[in-house]
């Protein structure tokens, strides 16, 4: 009897022809490599909920993506409150305390917890390739530390990041000392120049190490009236990944596949016909009454409909 991984095995050698019938993210050299950003599932059981992770590797089975993007909030079960809008209203009320006790959950869990997490996905035949964690002011340097051993026993091949230019500054050594690469991720806040939002932004970045990439996501990118076809032909050396969502432009709204300003068939049959070793990441966030599975599966046939 084969196990999961030689059956996959089997049929990731099929023939292109065959790609309907094999999971999107295991297609032949000449095709795109899907996976998700798991921030997709809106559903989701809460953060430290024993049933969230199997219901992420349940909806990835369901949907046929292979790959994945895992959100910190997804892994950590106080990430929440060491990111985001918690960390930007710092001043509310109890935020010290409830940051601080984060910190010491994340300083003090064994790696097995995360080498637990791992085994789920990989029990499936799937696999984690991004940890998503927004680096920020907030963490200690002994912070950065144990985030970065923590994606070793992970597995992850390196980390994508919300993260702000004097951030990247500080992650330099973390980089060089884990030899573990950091993908900048954007969105479109063009009037702090310390976000990532314009090519410049990233340029300044990826001058600091060589160990920092990018996250293009192309939907923010559109929205903050850049021109992604243009930036992936100029350093897709160093782009890891795409985040694949459809905006209006002039920070425009998220929209439903196809319904937006986003170049989205022109970029993947530009990383297609060039063989870009680029991941194409699916990102479902406009809103709807259906569920996230479901939401995620339409937004992944546009995609093959788009390389028919």
């Known amino acids: 009897m084969l196990s999961r991984r030689q059956f996959g095995g089997m049929v990731a050698a099929l023939p292109l022809s065959f790609a309907v019938s094999r999971p999107a993210s295991a297609r032949a050299a000449d095709a795109v490599r ?11 059981p809460p953060a430290g909920d024993p049933q969230l992770v199997p219901t992420i590797v349940r909806n990835m089975v369901e949907i046929g993506l292979g790959e994945c993007e895992i959100m910190s909030g997804h892994v950590e079960p106080y990430a929440s409150y060491t990111t985001g809008w918690w960390v930007q209203s710092r001043r509310a009320p109890g935020f010290q305390e ?15 917890y995360y080498r637990g997490v791992r085994k789920q996905f990989d029990d499936a035949g799937l696999n ?22 923590a994606a070793v026993a992970l597995g992850v091949a ?12 500080r992650l330099v050594p973390f980089v060089a000392r884990h030899k573990m690469f950091v993908a900048m991720h954007n969105h479109n ?20 190490s060589d160990y920092f990439k990018v996250t293009l996501d192309i939907g923010h990118f559109v929205a903050g009236n850049n021109d992604p076809l243009d930036f992936i032909r100029t350093h897709h050396d160093r782009i890891v990944n795409i985040h694949i969502r459809d905006r209006k432009r002039n920070n425009g709204p998220s929209r439903p596949f196809g319904q937006g300003d986003t170049p989205i068939k022109e970029v993947l049959r530009l990383i297609r016909d060039n063989q870009y070793p680029i991941r194409c ?14 939401e995620v599966k339409r937004c992944l046939e546009y995609c093959r409909q788009a390389l028919a």
């Open 189 to 208: 806040n063009l009037v702090d120049p310390d976000q990532f939002a314009t090519p410049a932004s990233f340029e300044k970045a990826l001058a600091m």
């Open 34 to 44: 899907f996976g998700l950003e798991t921030f997709s599932f809106h559903d989701l």
């Open 128 to 149: 984690i390739h991004l940890y998503n964690v927004n680096f920020n002011e907030t963490f200690t340097d002994e912070e950065r530390n144990r985030t970065f051993e």
């Open 98 to 112: 409830v940051r601080d006790e984060a910190r010491r959950w994340r300083l003090t869990v064994p790696m097995d």
């Open 281 to 294: 990441y699916l990102e479902y966030e406009y809103g709807s009454f259906k569920s996230s599975t479901e």
């Open 158 to 169: 390196g980390f994508s990041s919300s993260t702000v230019l004097t951030e990247a500054r």
